[in-house]
């Protein structure tokens, strides 16, 4: 079971970019979703979660300008971004709380992706 990001990359402030994540492997069902950041120097803080339902909640230094949504179908969250500003640089994880198949087991587990860098220039 793993989480796939992708979709970061070098953008000018005031542009957008979308952000994607994800899930393979025997995922019997993905509960929260969530991205987070994290800048050079600087602790990992959160961006957004969304439910299975689709509730989200945002940081405030995000709202009104990001946007998290889910395609349950896909087991993939997405993280739609506008407005950048250079205080958004950072590498962008996802993470997700996933019930799986172990064998014949069910088990439950929170997991990372990768991370995507994110870079918005002045």
């Known amino acids: 079971v793993q989480l796939q990001a992708s979709g970061g990359g070098l953008v000018q402030a005031g542009g957008s970019l979308r952000l994607s994540c994800a899930a393979s492997?025997?995922?019997?069902?993905?509960?929260?979703m969530a991205w987070f950041r994290q800048a050079p120097g600087k602790q990992r803080e959160l961006v957004a979660t969304?439910?299975?339902?689709?509730?989200?909640n945002y940081a405030d230094f995000v709202k009104g300008r990001f946007t998290i949504s889910r395609d349950n179908a896909k087991n993939t969250v997405y993280l739609h971004m506008n407005s950048l500003k250079p205080d958004d640089t950072a590498v962008y994880y996802c993470n997700a709380a996933m019930t799986y198949y172990s064998g014949v087991v069910l088990k439950r587990d929170e997991f990372w992706g990768q991370g995507t860098q994110v870079t918005v220039s002045s």
């Open positions: 969304i439910t299975r339902g689709g509730s989200t």
């Open positions: 492997g025997t995922i019997f069902s993905i509960n929260e």
